[in-house]
Antibody, heavy 120, light 107 residues
Framework: QVHLQQSGPGLVKPSQTLSLTCAIS??????????WNWIRQSPSRGLEWLGR?????????DYAESLKSRILIVADTSKNQFSLQLNSVTPEDTAVYYC??????????WGQGTLVTVSS | ETLMTQSPVTLSVSPGERVTLSCRAS??????LVWYQQKPGQAPRLLIY???TRATGIPARFSGSGSGTEFTLTISSLQSEDFALYHC?????????FGQGTKVEVK
C-alpha cells in the first residue's frame, strides 16, 4: 500500500517561491516502473498536471510547457521523497496541490492535497 | 496537447437514477482513457481505466465505454455515495491531460 504525505506552507506571498514536499512510504522514489508527479486543482482550471520526476538508470524530469520557466521538481533518495518548487507565484497559482504516483499513465496514488493561497 | 472536454458541467439527479457522463478528446486517444471520482476534501480516486475496465473494488454499477475521441461513464443506479466530481484523463498522447470535471449533485 503506497502512501504519500505532503507537507509545506499553505500561504505564499506574491513573487515568492512555493515549496512542497511529498514523502513516500510503501514504494521507492528510485523505482524504475513509476513516475512521481505534481498536479494542482482550481475551480477555473480543473486538474492541471505540473510535472514529474522519475528514475530509469538516470534521473529525468518533465514539466508542463506553461510552467517550464519557473518550476523545479527534485527527488531526494536519502529521504525517499520528492519536492516541488514554483517560483514567482501570483494569485493565479492559488490552488490545491497534489503529489501522485503514476504507473502506465494512471494516477494510482495521491497525496492528501495542500491548499496553497498566494496572497500578501 | 490533447484537450479533454466533459459534459455536462453539472448534473442534478435523484438517487436510483441512471447517469451518463461524457468525455470528448480533441484528438484520438484509442482506449487510453481513465475516469476518477473525487469527493469534497479528498483526492481523486481511480474508477475505470482503459476506457472500460473497473479498478479494484469499484462496484459493478459503474461502467465505461468508448474509444477514439468519445467516451462515456455510466452509473446504472445512483447511490448516495456517488454524488461527487468525476474527471476523465487521457494517457495516450503526451502530456497526459484531464477534463474539467462533471459534478453530480442531488436534485
Amino acid at each position: 500500500q503506497v502512501h504519500l504525505q505532503q507537507s509545506g506552507p499553505g500561504l505564499v506571498k506574491p513573487s515568492q517561491t512555493l515549496s512542497l514536499t511529498c514523502a513516500i512510504s510503501g514504494d521507492s522514489v528510485s523505482s524504475n516502473t513509476v513516475t512521481w508527479n505534481w498536479i494542482r486543482q482550481s475551480p477555473s482550471r480543473g486538474l492541471e498536471w505540473l510535472g514529474r520526476t522519475y528514475y530509469r538508470s538516470t534521473w529525468s524530469v518533465d514539466y508542463a510547457e506553461s510552467l517550464k520557466s519557473r518550476i523545479l521538481i527534485v527527488a531526494d533518495t536519502s529521504k525517499n521523497q520528492f519536492s516541488l518548487q514554483l517560483n514567482s507565484v501570483t494569485p493565479e497559482d492559488t490552488a490545491v496541490y497534489y503529489c501522485a504516483r503514476v504507473a502506465g499513465g494512471l494516477f494510482h496514488s495521491w497525496g492528501q492535497g495542500t491548499l496553497v493561497t498566494v496572497s500578501s | 496537447e490533447t484537450l479533454m472536454t466533459q459534459s455536462p458541467v453539472t448534473l442534478s439527479v435523484s438517487p436510483g437514477e441512471r447517469v451518463t457522463l461524457s468525455c470528448r478528446a480533441s484528438q484520438g486517444v484509442t482506449s487510453n482513457l481513465v475516469w476518477y471520482q473525487q469527493k469534497p476534501g479528498q483526492a481523486p480516486r481511480l474508477l475505470i481505466y482503459d476506457a472500460s475496465t473497473r479498478a479494484t473494488g469499484i462496484p459493478a454499477r459503474f461502467s465505461g465505454s468508448g474509444s477514439g475521441t468519445e467516451f462515456t461513464l455510466t452509473i446504472s443506479s445512483l447511490q448516495s455515495e456517488d454524488f461527487a466530481l468525476y474527471h476523465c484523463q487521457q494517457y495516450n498522447n503526451w502530456p497526459w491531460t484531464f477534463g474539467q470535471g462533471t459534478k453530480v449533485e442531488v436534485k
